[in-house]
């Protein structure tokens, strides 16, 4: 296998024993980040083919490409290795500006007060209008 064979860039990921990379959704235009998820190798492979995010999902035990049931889809700008080698950065645009499953443009819509997790952010969208 060459250096730039098609493969390679994948070998050079640092898998868990699953067989899984945690990978990283941030907005492009904000630099929020949107959510974290999973990819094995299929799903990375075909994130950078298709040019759109392509997770794993472990729940469900099957590919989960963003957006395929809610509209939601994540159209990839840039994909980035962390210095490890173990986490994926994605880079996207958020068609229709809602990240979370919850209606919330970003899964991380909860911070620390005190001692309990504060919501900080309003649901923009019912999930049930989403997920029907």
């Known amino acids: 296998m060459t250096e730039n064979s098609p493969a390679s860039w994948l070998d050079e990921v640092k898998w868990d024993d699953n067989g899984l990379v945690p990978a990283i959704a941030q907005d492009v235009a904000s630099g929020r980040i949107l959510m974290m998820a999973w990819m094995n190798r299929e799903a990375l492979s075909l994130t ?44 996207v645009e958020q068609i229709g500006g809602i990240a979370c499953h919850t209606g919330r443009e970003s899964c991380f819509y909860r911070k620390l007060d005190g001692d309990h997790w504060q919501s900080v952010e309003a649901v923009i969208k019912d999930p049930g209008e989403i997920y029907q």
């Open 48 to 91: 950078a083919q298709e040019g759109r995010a392509i997770y794993w999902s472990r729940s469900r035990g099957k590919l989960w490409r963003k957006g395929e049931s809610s509209g939601h889809v994540q159209k990839l700008h840039e994909m980035r290795l962390d210095c490890d080698a173990d986490v994926v950065l994605l880079t």
